[in-house]
């Protein structure tokens, strides 16, 4: 029986089968969304992403995720193509097209755009940019706490794939993601390059150990927008938190561990490589955690 569980399972909702989506500055029916076999993003990964979640009618943290975007367009010379404003007012227009509240989850994902011919070089992109806005009714549907293995695939160094973009080219996290599978978990935890736990192939990661709340230095992590609001959390509410370099071996000895993600928020391990973390279930800190968060979530949309 196959019980697999990943961090961004959700509740099958059929109102996905007639949702509109942005293309290039329409919002046509999801059958009609569609780009070229020439975009740079198909054929190559060219491009960057935001996941952004909907609370009663707004986008929670939409700043941050703006900042985020709009940084990586600069590192990877890409030229969006309208300013920030622009980007949040298609965002809006397609939650609007939707009828869209809440328990919506949004990907916008931005391409340098159509090559005149099928080769790697930016100059071929001449057609500007593409954007596409994918916004689903999404509620987290996670059943139990997610078992993760420990994978050779690594988050690599800043000079070859910077893991701080939120980049198309994903290849590496897939792979991970493949190799956790065939050990019999359900997700993938990844090292950095010295050997200390990192990160999973979709989500940041934390420990619990005595109280500390641990996570990685953040050197070969992405820049998680949630897994920063954890550490601001526990800053604000006096609960002990690390970013440091930590092994297996401490980690296997954690009293609990659990993923952040826009997606998910906080979401229990049950297990590593086999080995059972605490009592393999939500643990009193990440219970504490996502309450903390709620309020966080609260405030942010009103």
Known sequence: ??????????????RNESICIYVNGEIVPRDQAKVSVYDSGFMLGDGIWEGLRL??????FLDQHMDRLFEAALALDLDIGMAREGVINALEA???ANGMESDTHARLMITRGVKTRPFQHPSLSQSGPTMVIICEHSKPSIPRPIRLATVPHMRG?????????????????????????????????MLDINGFVNTTNACNFFIVRKGEVW???????????????V??????????????????????GADEAFLTGTFGAQTPVASLDGRQIGSGDLGPVTKGLRSLYAKLIRQEVG
């Not at 800043?158 to 050990?183: V, Y």
């Not at 550490?231 to 296997?252: K, W």
């Open 157 to 189: 160094l800043p000079m070859t794939q910077d893991p701080k973009l939120n980049s198309h080219s994903k290849l590496n996290c897939i792979l991970a993601c493949i190799a956790a599978e065939k050990a019999g978990a359900d997700e993938a935890l």
């Open 215 to 229: 996570t990685s230095t953040g050197d070969y992590c992405m820049n998680g927008i949630t897994r920063q609001k």
């Open 1 to 14: 029986m196959n019980d697999h569980v990943t961090t961004h399972q959700a509740s099958d909702d059929a």
């Open 94 to 96: 397609t939650r609007q």
């Open 55 to 60: 609370y009663n009618g707004k986008w929670a």
């Open 231 to 252: 550490i601001d959390l526990c800053r604000a509410e006096g609960i002990p938190v690390f970013e440091r370099n930590f092994s297996l071996v401490d980690t296997y």
